[in-house]
């Protein structure tokens, strides 16, 4: 059974860099074709693709986030990683991270809540 865990800050000061980091168990992120993703739902809102890491290393980026996104992987933590730069409190949400074949996305972490607040 894949899992997935997010961690990092729950606060963050606005134009601050926001980091969280997923952590894979279960199955491991250079699976052929797997794709491991960032999402994010603010309060009240839907939810919003951030951008992916492919099994190859590939990155794949939201065009309205895509200035300010950048999401990596350490192979032998099994963890991928994202970094949000110049955060304002329209960033406030809760952060999920992803994984499945293209089309779809089988596995969730539980989401973190970050909340941007000086």
């Known amino acids: 059974q894949v899992q997935l865990q997010e961690s990092g800050p729950g606060l963050v000061k606005p134009s601050q860099v926001l980091s969280l980091t997923c952590t894979v168990s279960g199955g491991s992120i250079r699976t052929n074709y797997y794709y491991w993703s960032w999402i994010r739902q603010p309060p009240g809102k839907g939810l919003e693709w951030m951008g992916a890491i492919a099994y190859s290393g590939s990155t794949y980026y939201s065009p309205s986030l895509k200035s300010r996104t950048s999401i990596s992987r350490d192979t032998s933590k099994n963890q991928f990683t994202l970094q949000l730069s110049s955060v304002t409190p329209e960033d406030t949400a809760v952060y999920y991270c992803?994984?499945?074949?293209?089309?779809?996305?089988?596995?969730w972490g539980k989401g973190t809540l970050v909340t941007v607040s000086s």
């Open positions: 992803a994984g499945g074949l293209p089309g779809g996305m089988d596995y």
